[in-house]
């Protein structure tokens, strides 16, 4: 295993589970524990985790796993899900895309789509994620929109006045939204309250707003709120979601699409 496999693992393990021990990760990642005690450390001085007595604890509770060490949890869930939502979208749309892995699927679904291989344009994609547009930038019959602003390293995405600037001054058909949580009474939210401005903004420009959430962001809360339930047209979840917590969307007025 490679080094930034390794890391990918680890980090990923730590946010799940809030705490690793040396001998516990040298075990899970089938390495040395000296091995994991470099990485660890090294982890560190990139203030990625805290280093303890004989493991490593995440930073808090709203810990945000930057998107380069994202590899992938719920790899196929967010593939159906951003196939689900991507069908959403008629051609010659205006969409607005977030960032975010599940975002980042939804894009590469649509750049696949048959019906979307050609147009003047096929499709407007209005995006303040920066690997977003990367990966779009190829798709000539694509318009894309790219908001300015400044960079956020967790997670590719453009924050700040300049991104406001653009977004007030254009529409779109249809907002697609990656969150960190979803949740009836407090709405969907992120970790960065300049990053949930940005994806409100968007959110008050478009006709219609879908929310690509995997189930284990349902029913959770974190730090900067986004908009409201009510104001989320669809949710597009995969099959593990809770059926309770299904209801209860739909009973705030959120079409919900099971995946």
């Given amino acids: 295993m490679s080094r930034d496999a390794r890391w990918k693992a680890l980090l990923e ?9 040396v001998e516990q990760a040298a075990a899970e990642l089938e390495v040395s524990a000296a091995t994991i005690r470099r990485d660890f450390d090294q982890l560190a001085e990139q203030q990625m985790l805290v280093r303890t007595r004989g493991g490593a604890v995440v930073h808090g509770v709203s810990y945000e796993l930057p998107l380069r060490y994202k590899t992938a949890r719920h790899a196929s869930e967010k593939q159906r899900i951003a196939k689900a939502v991507a069908e959403l979208i008629s051609p010659g749309e205006a969409v607005g895309l977030t960032g975010g892995t599940t975002t980042t699927e939804v894009a590469r679904a649509l750049a696949v789509r048959g019906d979307l291989a050609s ?12 690997n977003i547009a990367n990966e779009l930038a190829v798709r000539p019959q694509f318009k894309i929109v790219v908001t300015g ?65 995997d189930s284990s962001k349902l029913g959770r809360r974190a730090f900067a709120r986004i908009c409201a339930a009510g104001a989320v047209d669809t949710l597009v979840t995969d099959s593990a979601a809770d059926p309770e917590e299904v209801r209860r969307f739909e009973e705030a007025g959120v079409e919900v699409v099971v995946v």
């Fill in 119 to 130: 147009g003047s344009p096929a499709l407007t994609v209005v995006t303040n994620a920066l």
């Fill in 13 to 21: 393990l730590l946010v799940e589970r809030g705490r690793l021990d």
């Fill in 149 to 213: 602003g400044v960079a956020r390293p967790q997670s590719y995405e453009l924050i700040g006045p300049l991104a406001d600037g653009v977004l007030g001054q254009i529409t779109v058909d249809v907002a697609v939204l990656g969150v960190v949580s979803f949740d009836v009474t407090h709405g969907a939210a992120a970790h960065d309250e300049a990053e949930a401005a940005i994806n409100r903004l968007l959110c008050e420009r478009a006709e219609r707003v879908v929310v690509a959430a």
